[in-house]
């Protein structure tokens, strides 16, 4: 069974830092990329930040230049470094590992989520 489980998540003043992890253990198979969602309270979940394997980024407008994301292939593991937090970067995180197959198409594997919170 494949199983994503994020870590690093908590209670942070605003302009803080918080580095989450996600770490993969089981057989995944046609990666295209791995990345971070979020989801706030009443809000829908959105895109944080994706990565390749081959090293490529792109990340939400509203991140871009305060969070970073990064890999460790070789410890099955993804990293979002998060700086300059806001309050309205509170919400769920979310890990996720998208795969594309040649015959079954795209799938997705998640993690169960860490909470992160900015006060004021």
């Known amino acids: 069974q494949v199983q994503l489980v994020e870590s690093g998540g908590g209670l942070v003043q605003a302009g803080g830092s918080l580095r989450l992890s996600c770490v993969a253990s089981?057989?995944?198979?046609?990666?295209?990329?791995m990345g971070w969602y979020r989801q706030a309270p009443g809000k829908q979940r959105e895109l944080v930040a994706t990565?390749?394997?081959?090293?490529?980024?792109n990340y939400a407008d509203s991140v871009k230049g305060r969070f970073t994301i990064s890999r460790d292939n070789a410890k099955n593991m993804v990293y979002l470094q998060m700086n300059s937090l806001k309050p309205e970067d509170t919400a769920v995180y979310y890990c996720?590992?998208?795969?594309?197959?040649?015959?079954?198409?795209?799938?997705?594997?998640w993690g169960q989520g860490t909470q992160v919170t900015v006060s004021s």
């Open positions: 089981g057989s995944i198979f046609n990666i295209d990329h």
């Open positions: 996720n590992v998208h795969c594309i197959a040649p015959i079954a198409g795209a799938y997705d594997y």
């Open positions: 990565i390749t394997s081959g090293g490529t980024t």
